[in-house]
């Protein structure tokens, strides 16, 4: 039987399959799109008729894209959308103040507090004491125990209170303690939380901001960096990791001008690093899925995110002592991530690509490799395979030797760039 006649035989068993379909009371998108695909798979061995296969692939396509809507979560307009925004950056005086990144988180909030009188804080340790680092100190006895107070040790049930407070129209900022204990309440949050809008067609939203803090910090159950865990159970919450504390505030500053949900991931090492006090506290934004480049270079672009970038920073000034010129970018965000491929802008300069995190082999790196690779299709950019740094298999081991030898430091991610650099 030749090609020919067994494409007429095709087309009579599609022409049985399609009375059927016909037949039937309620048919479904899915039996009606791979029925015109079993078709179009016939007719590709007929003689062509290029009009109708043309209007047969454009049907399917339009078919496709309509189901595919009704299960995408579209997201809510972002700041930048709405009518006059403009990006703001901070404000500096012409001989700022140098304060502790607590001390300018400490002020941000104070004036977020006034700024918005739906919004208020909790969470273990937030009210009285003013939080572990005191980041919320005085802000309780200035606003009342009904904006600033104190939860149980539950992290999921925090998680829940700010939920169903965000559901009814406040704005708040639950505190989980810890990046590690974000374990405790990862149900809520990836059942609950992250898939809201989803399951109720976006009638339905639940805006609230969930700060925390993590990385390094010297100890096993204070210093993790889970980030395949948050990555791969909470698309739909925004992901923000910033590398001090002025990045924070402006990220705070940012999301309560948008209605979805965020993580805000602040790094414990830059609580008591010194930052300029800007002028205009509550008011400076910052673009989500926006790179920024921290150092630029020419020979490898090196890509990281929140304490990690004073790493990076530090490796790249003894590489340039060993003629090496790495370009450093700082993700920001990595839900969403890097929107505009800027990434793949600086790859085209320096055709080569390091990717540094603290999270275990196959992590958080693996998370932002594939969206290079595929998202931003950089491969045609680069003359070698990349170089992926990351933490130990296990969690942080205690104590300063104990950090040195689980997580990425300048003096090995030197070693690991320059062994990289000669092969």
């Not at 791979?34 to 399917?60: D, M, T, V, Y």
């Not at 159970?233 to 949900?261: D, K, W």
């Amino acid at each position: 039987m030749n090609c020919v006649s067994y494409g007429f035989q095709e087309l009579s068993n599609k022409k049985w399959e399609l009375n059927e379909l016909l037949k039937t009371s309620y048919p479904t998108r899915k039996e009606m799109i791979r029925f015109a695909r079993k078709l179009q798979r016939s007719l590709a061995i007929l003689p062509r008729n290029e009009a109708f296969n043309q209007e047969l692939g454009n049907w399917i396509a339009s078919a496709e894209m309509v189901g595919a809507n009704l299960f995408r979560d579209e997201p809510l307009p972002g700041p930048s959308e709405l009518p006059g925004f403009q990006w703001i950056k901070p404000l500096y005086a012409e001989n700022p103040d140098w304060i502790t990144g607590t001390e300018l988180l400490n002020r941000n909030f104070e004036q977020l507090l006034r700024k918005y009188p739906l919004l208020l804080t909790f969470g273990e340790d937030t009210g009285v004491l003013g939080g572990v680092n005191q980041e919320t100190r005085g802000l309780h006895e200035k606003f009342g125990d009904h904006r600033v107070f104190d939860t149980g040790i539950r992290e999921t049930t925090i998680i829940g209170q700010g939920m169903g407070l965000a559901l009814r129209g406040f704005r708040p900022i639950a505190e989980i303690q810890y990046l590690d204990y974000l374990i405790y309440a990862l149900p809520t949050l990836a059942d609950d939380l992250s898939t809201l809008r989803y399951r109720t067609c976006g009638r339905q939203i639940a805006p609230l901001i969930i700060r925390t803090r993590g990385h390094q910090l010297q100890g096993m159950w204070h210093s993790g960096s889970p980030m395949s865990m948050l990555l791969g159970s909470m698309r739909g919450i925004h992901l923000c990791v910033p590398r001090n504390m002025t990045q924070a505030s402006a990220f705070y500053n940012t999301l309560l001008l948008c209605q979805e949900p965020a993580l805000v991931i602040e790094p414990l090492k830059g609580y008591y690093v010194r930052e300029k006090m800007p002028l205009n506290p509550g008011e400076f934004t910052l673009p989500l899925g926006v790179p920024e480049v921290m150092r630029e270079g020419s020979d490898l672009t090196l890509v990281t995110y929140g304490w990690n970038v004073t790493i990076a920073l530090e490796a790249a000034e003894i590489l340039s002592t060993l003629g090496y010129s790495a370009e450093v970018m700082d993700v920001q965000t990595l839900a969403p991530f890097d929107s505009g491929n800027s990434i793949t802008a600086s790859l085209q300069k320096t055709n080569r690509l390091v990717l540094l995190d603290e999270d275990v082999p196959g992590g958080g790196t693996g998370y932002m490799l594939q969206k290079i690779m595929e998202q931003e299709r950089a491969f045609y950019s680069m003359d070698a395979p990349p170089l992926i740094i990351s933490a130990k298999d296990h969690r942080g081991a205690y104590g300063t030797d104990g950090e040195f030898f689980s997580k990425p430091n300048a003096e090995s991610v030197v070693s690991d760039i320059v062994a990289w650099m000669q092969r």
